[in-house]
Nanobody, 123 residues
Framework: EVQLVESGGGLVQAGGSLRLSCAAS????????IGWFRQAPGEEREGVSCISTSAGTIHYADSVKGRFASSIDNAKNTVYLQMNSLKPEDTAVYYC????????????????WGKGTLVTVSS
């Protein structure tokens, strides 16, 4: 069974950092696109980053470029999202999701989703 489990969320002051983890089971990241998404209260879900293991690319939303960095530890079968210089507008539930055989992370086309982890940034 394919499963994704996020962790690492919490409360942090503006300007602080958090590292989110997404542990995968039931599959490895070969030939997958793995995305981080977030949904703030009352807002639509938005893509934050997308790693394509087959294409060897990483893309970020403009709103997080230069502050967030996504990486993969294949030995731990875990994807990370390092978030620095956090802002109150980064407050959201963060989800990881995976899509086999893809080079992109379409919001409504991902195969598997985690349940999310809440990040709250106080001003």
């Amino acid at each position: 069974e394919v499963q994704l489990v996020e962790s690492g969320g919490g409360l942090v002051q503006a300007g602080g950092s958090l590292r989110l983890s997404c542990a995968a089971s039931g599959f490895t990241f070969d030939d997958y696109a793995i995305g981080w998404f977030r949904q703030a209260p009352g807002e639509e879900r938005e893509g934050v980053s997308c790693i394509s293991t087959s294409a060897g690319t990483i893309h970020y939303a403009d709103s997080v470029k230069g502050r967030f960095a996504s990486s993969i530890d294949n030995a731990k079968n875990t994807v990370y999202l390092q978030m620095n210089s956090l802002k109150p507008e980064d407050t959201a539930v963060y989800y990881c999701a995976a899509l086999w055989g893809a080079h992109a992370c379409p919001d409504y086309g991902m195969d598997s989703w985690g349940k999310g982890t809440l990040v709250t940034v106080s001003s």
